[in-house]
């Protein structure tokens, strides 16, 4: 999910091919480690879960919010391992059908609710949130600090911040999509009014990700939700070397 502009509706059939691909699950799941009865739509392995969870220093009953949630179980996940409560966001409401229904067979359903929103216009108030998590979604921002500004209005001072993404591993590099040359969150986040700004390169979880786009390669193409994925696994594999995996953390004051 790197490339060209994605409105609500191309999300919402993109969510409902991968609903209808067991098979497109399995490859997933397989090469990321992933729990399969968890929702995932992104290429963060399993591992990246503690990651966010321990770089979010949430309280228990805190409040955390996963936006760009999709089907939600990287949050589900965190929220579980944290006892926060939940909101998960997105602007897909298929996504979210399919977050509510992971969602009610893992938490009571006073700990997490899943409601549409964007990634620059949330509609919650100011401070609302203990921590905020994205995983593989800042980057459909437009611009993403526009949507980095959003988080720290979320925050309550103090609350943490945890992003994952890419970026360009060259300023120039033509072969990299204009919406990931605008990724600079070393550069953004403090710009958006975030203090203890850490930005990791993540080798591992670009490992994890290229196990991934090969085995989606080797697959049968069985129905859309694999056909897409070969689409991007492709492209990404072609220029693989052109992007950098990031972890990024961050306080709001
Ligand atoms: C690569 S998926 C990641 C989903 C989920 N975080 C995960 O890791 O499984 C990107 C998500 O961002 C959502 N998205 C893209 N642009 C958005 C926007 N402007 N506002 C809200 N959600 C958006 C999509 O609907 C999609 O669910």
Redesign the pocket.
């Known amino acids: ?1 790197t490339a060209a502009a ?1 409105d ?1 509706a191309y ?1 919402d059939q993109w969510y409902a091919d991968m609903a209808a691909s067991p098979a497109r699950d399995a490859i997933v799941a397989r090469t990321l480690g992933l729990p399969p009865e968890l929702g ?3 290429a ?1 392995p399993w591992e990246g879960v503690a990651d966010i969870t321990a770089a979010l220093r949430l309280p228990s009953g805190g409040l955390l919010l996963d936006i ?4 939600g ?2 949050g589900i996940e965190v929220a579980l391992r944290t006892g926060a409560r939940l909101i998960g966001m ?3 409401a298929v ?1 979210l059908d399919h977050a509510s229904s992971i969602s009610a067979r893992r938490l009571p359903p006073d700990r997490a609710e899943f409601r549409l ?4 216009a949330t509609a919650l108030p100011d401070g609302a949130v203990d921590g905020l998590m994205c ?3 800042v980057q ?2 437009e611009p993403p600090l526009a949507g980095l500004r959003e988080f720290h209005r979320l925050l309550r001072p103090g609350g943490r911040v945890a992003l994952t993404s890419w970026e360009a591993a060259s300023a120039a590099d033509p072969r990299v999509s204009a919406r990931i040359h605008a990724m600079n969150l070393r550069r953004d986040l403090p710009a958006a009014g975030f203090v203890d700004v850490e930005v990791h390169e993540m080798p591992l979880w670009r490992a994890a990700e290229r196990s991934l786009w090969e085995a989606a390669l080797a697959a049968p193409e069985t129905d859309p939700a694999v056909r897409s994925l070969q689409t991007e696994g492709r492209r990404t594999l072609e220029s693989f070397d052109a992007l950098r995996r990031v972890f990024a953390t961050a306080t709001a004051p």
């Open positions: 999910m994605r609500a999300f995932f739509a992104s963060l760009g949630c999709g089907r179980g990287y997105d602007f897909s996504a929103g964007t990634l620059t995983v593989d979604a459909f921002a």
